[in-house]
């Protein structure tokens, strides 16, 4: 695994980390140690940087059960999503409580959602020792002119941006000032939006062709929605499958910091750890998968 430094932060994160939206959102019992299963090969796999939020049903729960006696190791960033102070310190309290930690080393205003008001809370507690450093995420491109207002306050360390294949509006608009200001970039659903626009593109182009590929691939993961002849291009480019493509596209521009792929499969959370070893994706292989996304 190779790591990055997470801008001012000074963090050294894995290229690869791991989202916990969804598949970390399970009733307690036998679910929860398959959770902890996919925090085991994360570890062994380098990965040690995980992110959850309060939003996400039991997955803080779930993910501090799952780092329990290991949470040195890891480096934790949860979110806060309250638009008012005491409702921020409230669920602020119940992320310690559920991640079963004393301090959290990222805490992210989730979506924007009332940042103004909650920013000076989430200062109380790095200047008490039990954040250590703050950032912001968003999803949609109508929040960027909100989100480069915060950023420009200078009082956040990380933004968490959406960036993926076919994705290019934070590229553009939102990473030259994370660099500017040293900011760390995280990017959250590299995997799910890039592979469902690619999916809708195949569709459109021949539904029948999509159809027999799809049935004929169908739970063998690999190169999913495109076509064989496309996928032996990438394979032939050493691309590894198209999450491992999709993936290293993203961490193809220098300013992201790490990605953030969220999965329920233990296979795949080593079939996405590996994206952060070997070579980086060729120039010819990123223009295939910019033309296939076309
Ligand atoms: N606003 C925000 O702050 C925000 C919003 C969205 C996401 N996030 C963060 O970003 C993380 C990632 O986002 P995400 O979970 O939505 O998207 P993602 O990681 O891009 O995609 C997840 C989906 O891809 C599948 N998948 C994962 N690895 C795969 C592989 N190797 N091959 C084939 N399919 C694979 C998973 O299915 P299986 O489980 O079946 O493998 C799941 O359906 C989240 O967990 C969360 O931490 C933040």
Same mark, same amino acid.
């Given at each position: 695994?190779?790591?990055?430094?997470?801008?001012?932060?000074?963090?050294?994160?894995?290229?690869?980390?791991?989202?916990?939206?969804?598949?970390?959102?399970?009733?307690?019992?036998?679910?929860?140690?398959?959770?902890?299963?996919?925090?085991?090969?994360?570890?062994?796999?380098?990965?040690?940087?995980?992110?959850?939020?309060?939003?996400?049903?039991?997955?803080?729960?779930?993910?501090?059960? &799952? @780092? *329990?006696? =290991? !949470?040195?190791?890891?480096?934790?960033?949860?979110?806060? %999503?309250?638009?008012?102070?005491? /409702?921020? +310190?409230?669920?602020?309290?119940?992320?310690?409580?559920?991640?079963?930690?004393?301090?959290?080393?990222?805490?992210?205003?989730?979506?924007?959602?009332?940042?103004?008001?909650?920013?000076?809370?989430?200062?109380?507690?790095?200047?008490?020792?039990?954040?250590?450093?703050?950032?912001?995420?968003?999803?949609?491109?109508?929040?960027?002119?909100?989100?480069?207002?915060?950023?420009?306050?200078?009082?956040?360390?990380?933004?968490?941006?959406?960036?993926?294949?076919?994705?290019?509006?934070?590229?553009?608009?939102?990473?030259?000032?994370?660099?500017?200001?040293?900011?760390?970039?995280?990017?959250?659903?590299?995997?799910?939006?890039?592979?469902? &626009? @690619? *999916?809708? =593109? !195949?569709?459109?182009?021949?539904?029948?062709?999509?159809? %027999?590929?799809?049935?004929?691939? /169908?739970? +063998?993961?690999?190169?999913?929605?495109?076509?064989?002849?496309?996928?032996?291009?990438?394979?032939?480019?050493?691309?590894?499958?198209?999450?491992?493509?999709?993936?290293?596209?993203?961490?193809?521009?220098?300013?992201?910091?790490?990605?953030?792929?969220?999965?329920?499969?233990?296979?795949?959370?080593?079939?996405?750890?590996?994206?952060?070893?070997?070579?980086?994706?060729?120039?010819?292989?990123?223009?295939?998968?910019?033309?296939?996304?076309?």
């Amino acid at each position: 695994m190779r790591y990055r430094t997470l801008g001012r932060t000074g963090l050294r994160v894995s290229e690869v980390g791991m989202g916990t939206l969804e598949a970390f959102d399970v009733p307690p019992g036998r679910q929860e140690d398959h959770c902890r299963l996919l925090v085991d090969v994360a570890l062994a796999r380098g990965c040690n940087f995980f992110d959850t939020a309060p939003a996400y049903g039991s997955s803080e729960r779930v993910l501090g059960l &799952a @780092l *329990a006696g =290991r !949470r040195a190791g890891a480096i934790l960033a949860t979110k806060v %999503r309250e638009t008012t102070a005491p /409702a921020a +310190r409230a669920s602020i309290e119940r992320s310690f409580e559920h991640l079963r930690t004393e301090a959290l080393d990222l805490l992210q205003v989730h979506n924007m959602a009332g940042w103004r008001e909650v920013l000076p809370v989430l200062e109380e507690y790095r200047e008490k020792g039990r954040v250590r450093f703050l950032g912001l995420t968003y999803y949609e491109r109508e929040s960027e002119p909100e989100v480069l207002a915060a950023m420009r306050t200078g009082r956040f360390d990380a933004v968490q941006v959406p960036c993926w294949l076919g994705e290019t509006s934070c590229r553009e608009r939102v990473l030259p000032l994370a660099g500017e200001l040293g900011l760390g970039v995280i990017a959250m659903r590299p995997i799910a939006r890039a592979w469902a &626009a @690619l *999916a809708r =593109r !195949r569709r459109r182009s021949s539904p029948w062709a999509y159809l %027999r590929y799809a049935l004929s691939r /169908a739970g +063998r993961g690999g190169f999913g929605p495109i076509g064989q002849k496309e996928a032996r291009a990438l394979e032939a480019q050493g691309a590894g499958t198209l999450a491992q493509a999709l993936i290293k596209y993203v961490l193809a521009d220098p300013r992201v910091s790490a990605v953030i792929p969220a999965t329920g499969r233990p296979e795949r959370v080593a079939e996405n750890a590996a994206a952060g070893e070997g070579d980086p994706l060729p120039p010819e292989v990123i223009r295939e998968l910019e033309r296939l996304i076309g």
